[in-house]
């Protein structure tokens, strides 16, 4: 178990990520098939070309899946019972075939489970940048945590 304890959490905590991550074009086709999205910006590097972009957009759905999963090891291993969901999602800048994400989370609530008392609701604000600090996502998650066993 590499992830937090609920009771060992604080609002306001800040976790600097040490996984880094480059992405591939690999990454992107393969997500953006798999996934049946046949948005032109993902997959048609000549249609981009006459974009504002110039280049294929890195599919969104594949960043917030990289943001969250790059935080899994640092706060929710092997402690998380489920994914509430996601709030507040934003793509404020595109990533590209090439860049390299890194990530921070921050505790903005914590909560008891009116139901579960082994449990809480924890809430993170996830927010990743790419190799040049731009902010590329940011999302708020609410997760299910176990407390520490008695």
Known sequence: MAGVWFDDLTVGQRFEHPIRRTVTETDNVLFTAM???????????????DTEFGQRVVNSAFTLGLMVG?????????????????????????????????????????????????????????????QHGDLVASCKRAGLQRKRPR
């Open 70 to 130: 790059i935080s899994v090891g640092d706060t929710t291993l092997g402690t998380a019972v489920a994914n509430l969901g996601w709030d507040e999602v934003r793509f404020p800048k595109p990533l590209f075939h090439g860049d390299t994400v890194h990530v921070e989370s921050e505790v903005l609530e914590l909560r008891e489970s009116k139901s579960r008392p082994e449990q809480g609701v924890v809430v993170f604000a996830h927010r990743a940048y790419n």
């Open 35 to 49: 996934t049946h999205n046949p948005a032109l910006l993902h997959l048609d590097e000549e249609y981009m070309k």
